[in-house]
């Protein structure tokens, strides 16, 4: 049994706009730790949040991870899986993680899944985002803080 303290449901209480199935935006190192750790990213996350969820991906971590090259190709076909729900940037050239901070900013219905820690750090500024990441072979969310409190 789940207690209702679990940091797996406290980030509920803090954006009423989340809510199964959870919309999981996904970074480029979140798909490469995912496979370095051998975690089957839909089911991960399902297990993690016991919920359904519909992984996210923009066009801007798309093009990252095709400029990343052959060494990322398994991480690439993962990204395009018919199961992930492919987002639309009406910017040009944008780097990736500025792309996924700007889109939380304003939309704040997503979970963020990233294993970066700068990303990590910047995401943590925007009240009510929860993130998710690797932690011993399996996805792990971080609870929120207050979404009232004050960042400096």
Partial sequence: MIKPSDPRFLFLSHNTDLGPPFRILVDTNFINFSIQNKIELV???MDCLMA???PTITDCVLA???KLGPKYRLALRIAKDPRFERLHCDHSGSYADDCLVQRVSVHKCYIVAT????LRRRIRKVPG???????????QIERLPDAGASFH
């Fill in 43 to 45: 089911q991960g996350m």
């Fill in 52 to 54: 359904k969820c519909i």
């Fill in 64 to 66: 990252e991870l095709e």
């Fill in 115 to 118: 294993c970066d820690r700068d």
């Fill in 129 to 139: 985002v929860p993130l998710m990441y690797v932690v011993k072979h399996r996805y």
